[in-house]
């Protein structure tokens, strides 16, 4: 086996193979080098000791990013190589993080502290692949299995848990058996882990190819109830509705896999429908409602997504799109679709469309996509033209109101809003000798 290294990468083994030391790549690099994929890190490992390492790098910057831990960072023509020294990670009294590290000489040592064998390879081109732990095989069983004992490696370091299920979604590798029974007894402990830890955990999972099995396969782990227990509440909750062949959350699942890889969006599927358990009522017909589930889902996602940390400007834009995926597009006016546009903005208007088409393939043949097909029509015409839709759109504003006469305060605004009414209806009105007129009309009235 041959993997290509990067030049700043072959320039460090060199230098410390010359130096008389050992140093190979480790861990995702040579995993996704064997898989095919070009990795984003080169992660290096070696026998020097940080000490020696700021010598034999004295040439270039050397930046001594974890230098209690043994990792320096090694600056070459502006690429930035991680290089750790070997080391054996001491007690973990956290869950998460080892009290102390010592470190050692042996290769092997520091790749059976590693979390999956998929992760626990080295390489170099003097000696290629060091494989002590059958990753290789892993990889071509596509399976993720521990090195050692799933317990141990789980009680070391819960978040291990959450990467175990991501790396099966990413990868679209199967969990040994023993790793996932161990996953399902430790589920609990994923309590102790920082929720923005957990959250880009979450992201990468949802930004996989076929999102729904990470996030099935947190539900068959258990790992869900800690982290989404609204969500977890949708498993197995019956809609008897006649055009939903599934209960919510496997809708939810198939809603998901219809959206494209875009972060907002899938996140907005992924909520759309966590409300329905707490709306749910049925009539004489023996048949399922959910009244206003879009508004008590969007408090819902708010209440999610800030207890997982996520930025406002996500926890808004999802909101809106949860409240809004409900619309049945009854009126499409072209002053109809310009006010959903203003709520929901530019730039999330066809996430909007996309939403709404997923939630219809979520649920039962046949598809009917008519009304949205038709919204979607005049929404990109309305785009196209530039027509105006906000007060900052119109020809005119608050200073030449003020030299038409119009006194300050909130006549400048009620004015510039009838104008804006008037442009909805109107774009060919947006003027400023056109507004100018209308503004004179209204100071008569």
């Excluded at 790549?25 to 095919?36: E, K, P, Q, T």
């Excluded at 990013?65 to 690429?79: E, F, R, S, W």
């Excluded at 982290?227 to 809708?251: A, N, R, S, T």
């Excluded at 008037?422 to 209204?442: F, G, Q, S, T, W």
Aim: charge should be positive; glycine fraction near 4%; proline fraction near 3%.
């Amino acid at each position: 086996m041959n993997i290509q290294l990067p030049k700043g990468v072959k320039r460090i083994l060199d230098k410390l193979l010359f130096n008389g030391y050992e140093g190979y790549i480790v861990g995702g690099c040579v995993r996704d080098s064997i898989m095919g994929k070009i990795p984003n890190d080169w992660d290096i490992c070696t026998s020097a000791k940080p000490e020696v390492m700021m010598n034999i790098f004295r040439e270039f910057k050397v930046i001594p990013t974890g230098l209690k831990h043994g990792t320096l960072t090694i600056v070459i023509n502006n690429q930035h190589f991680e290089v750790t020294t070997y080391r054996i990670d001491k007690e973990y009294v956290d869950g998460r993080h080892p009290n102390k590290v010592e470190f050692t000489n042996s290769l092997k040592e520091d790749l059976n502290r590693r979390d999956f064998t998929i992760n626990a390879m080295a390489y170099n081109n003097k000696e290629g692949l060091i494989d002590y732990y059958d990753g290789l095989s892993d990889i071509h069983n596509k399976t993720i299995r521990c090195v050692g004992n799933a317990f141990d490696r789980f009680n070391e370091d819960y978040l291990r848990m959450l990467r175990a299920v991501r790396f099966s979604a990413q990868l679209e590798y199967r969990l040994r058996i023993e790793t996932f029974k161990a996953i399902k007894k430790l589920s609990k402990n994923i309590i102790h882990i920082s929720k923005e830890r957990i959250r880009d955990e979450v992201n990468k999972i949802l930004l996989s190819q076929k999102p729904s099995k990470g996030i099935q396969l947190l539900e068959e782990t258990r790992l869900l109830e800690y982290i989404i227990p609204e969500l977890q509440e949708c498993v197995g909750f019956e809609q008897k509705k006649p055009h939903h062949d599934e209960d919510v959350f496997y809708h939810t699942m198939r809603v998901l896999d219809n959206t494209e890889k875009d972060l907002i969006l899938r996140l907005a599927a992924l909520l759309h429908d966590i409300a329905k358990p707490q709306c749910f009522s049925i009539d004489r017909e023996n048949t399922g409602h959910f009244y206003r589930h879009h508004m008590k889902g969007m408090e819902l996602a708010e209440k999610i997504l800030k207890r997982l940390k996520y930025d406002n400007n996500t926890i808004k834009t999802v909101k809106q799109l949860i409240k809004e995926h409900m619309l049945k597009y009854e009126i499409t006016t072209p002053r109809a679709i310009k006010r959903l546009i203003n709520r929901v903005g530019k730039e999330n208007i066809d996430r909007l469309f996309k939403l709404q088409i997923a939630d219809i393939k979520g649920s039962k043949a046949p598809y009917k996509f008519d009304n949205i097909n038709k919204a979607k029509l005049v929404c990109d015409k309305i785009l196209n033209e530039k027509q105006p839709l906000t007060l900052k759109d119109l020809d005119i504003d608050g200073n030449d109101l003020k030299a038409l006469g119009v006194s300050q305060g909130k006549d400048i605004g009620r004015i510039l809003n009838k104008l804006l009414d008037r442009v909805l209806d109107n774009p060919e009105l947006n003027k400023k000798e056109i507004l100018a007129d209308e503004v004179r009309k209204l100071l008569k009235e």
